[in-house]
């Protein structure tokens, strides 16, 4: 069967340090690997998207990596702030172009 | 520019009753989903659309679920009957049709069948 698994329910991580979000997925062909935060009571925000044929991606303090033999990507936020706060999301973009997300990990930064 | 509109935002039923989710997307997005979202867990993919036409509604529960995008623009969710299982966040989203591009959310809204 088709699964996106995130590695934890929840993280916690000291303000400053680096957070690193495991997203693993298995019986999907994924095109494009997509990262999306989403707050309490709100709908997902999109950070960054990889595709397939790119290893890392970056965008200000956040990077992304993707290993399609692995099929795992990591999500990295570096000088983590309580801002960062938030429940995050990886998705798998199919050639369908399909949109399935994987169970979320709610980082939460202690300052 | 608006992003997605969802309404209402919060609804609440007894079981057995109908109830319809209304969703107007971002102009010029002629791809829209549904989602579910149970406490906790990531969004369910339900149905989505290019333009008028469902695309993939395999996630769809057929039997008491049934979306509808006349004109290729608001989409509306409808359950008939609500189930006490159906309790959940309904989340629509909306992109332009190419396969790199991100999707724009709305704020859900939150079901509780009673």
């Known amino acids: 069967s088709q699964k996106i698994e995130q590695n934890s329910e929840a993280l916690n991580i000291q303000e400053g340090k680096t957070a690193t979000l495991t997203c693993n997925y298995t019986n999907y062909s994924p095109a494009y690997l997509q990262w999306y935060r989403q707050d309490p009571g709100r709908g997902p925000v999109f950070l960054l998207l990889?595709?397939?044929?790119?290893k890392e991606k970056r965008k200000e303090r956040l990077k992304v990596t993707f290993d399609t033999t692995l099929k795992q990507s990591l999500f990295h936020i570096t000088a983590s702030q309580p801002a960062d706060s938030a429940t995050y999301l990886c998705a798998l973009q199919t050639g369908a172009n399909n949109l399935f997300f994987g169970t979320g990990t709610r980082l939460t930064v202690i300052p | 520019e608006a992003g997605v509109v969802q309404s209402p935002r919060y609804k609440i039923i007894e079981k057995k009753q109908p109830v319809a989710f209304w969703c107007n997307p971002i102009?010029?997005?002629?791809?829209l989903y549904w989602y579910r979202q149970n406490l906790g867990q990531g969004p369910e993919l339900l149905i989505r659309y290019e333009n008028e036409e469902a695309v993939d509604d395999s996630q769809l529960p057929k039997d008491r679920f049934s979306a509808e995008r006349l004109k290729g623009v608001d989409s509306t969710l409808k359950i008939q009957p609500a189930e006490l299982g159906d309790s959940a966040v309904y989340l629509c989203a909306s992109s332009v049709y190419e396969e790199n591009t991100e999707a724009f959310f709305g704020q859900g809204t939150r079901l509780t069948v009673v």
């Open positions: 102009s010029g997005h002629n791809t």
């Open positions: 990889i595709r397939e044929n790119e």
